[in-house]
């Protein structure tokens, strides 16, 4: 089945440490994204890339840093600067992030990773 | 800046009831509108979309919401809920220009009682 596949679902750092999460895709999309939920905040933008080598920072990007080296992958890492990174993590994907074309703007999300910070 | 707004933040139904849930959002031009859904336990999923054309469009389990361009508004609507529909409920707004960014509003836990 395609979807996409989020590591590791529970995650625990200290602080000071980096920690990278993990998300994958085998829908052959070219956008994903990576939100942050937390509770009565909704979910914001933290990163988001609409193809391969290339992305652009959301709302909430400071402490973050993400690459796309590869269609299918798009790993996010929370830096120590991160003040506040304990919260539940989203990764998404779409078929684009531009465009009228009705698939383009349909996000397929992930079951996300919570990262608690100790 | 842009903002998408869920007024009711909680809210608690008995089966049967009808439900409407408000969304505003505050940018002025094309946007494409959404609801997602978020199940306990499982994943965020569409729950219906409007990109243009008739302005009350339907999703999955009966669901509905209507769009009003000159209030901004975007609410979602079923006339007899189950308790099947307790979930978190997620109005989002993309903007059609050269941002393409997804805005999410703050959501909103229904919670139906049997």
């Known amino acids: 089945d395609g979807g996409i596949t989020q590591s590791p679902k529970y995650l625990f750092r200290k602080e000071g440490q980096n920690v990278t999460l993990s998300c994958e895709q085998n829908?052959?999309?070219?956008?994903m994204y990576w939100y942050r939920q937390d509770p009565g905040q909704g979910l914001r933008l933290i990163y988001y890339s609409q193809i391969v080598n290339d992305f652009q920072k959301g709302d909430i990007a400071e402490g973050y840093s993400v690459s796309r080296e590869k269609k299918e992958s798009f790993p996010l890492t929370v830096t120590s600067a991160q003040k506040n990174p304990t919260a539940f993590y989203l990764c998404?994907?779409?078929?684009?992030?531009?465009?009228?074309?009705?698939?383009?703007?349909?996000?397929?999300f992930g079951a996300g990773s919570r990262l608690t910070v100790l | 800046a842009q903002s998408v707004s869920q007024h009711n933040h909680h809210v608690i139904l008995s089966e049967a009831a009808s439900l409407e849930l408000g969304c505003n959002y505050s940018y002025g031009g094309t946007v494409n509108l959404f609801w997602y859904v978020q199940y306990p336990g499982q994943h965020l999923q569409l729950l219906l979309k409007y990109f243009s054309g008739d302005p009350l469009v339907k999703g999955i389990k009966g669901f509905e919401a209507e769009f009003i361009k000159s209030k901004f508004s975007f609410n979602l609507r079923k006339p007899s809920v189950q308790w099947s529909d307790t979930a978190e409920y997620f109005c989002a707004v993309r903007r059609m220009d050269s941002s393409y960014k997804l805005i999410f509003g703050s959501g909103t836990r229904l919670l139906v009682r049997p």
């Open positions: 829908l052959n999309h070219d956008a």
């Open positions: 998404a994907s779409s078929l684009g992030a531009s465009g009228f074309d009705s698939g383009a703007n349909v996000l397929t």
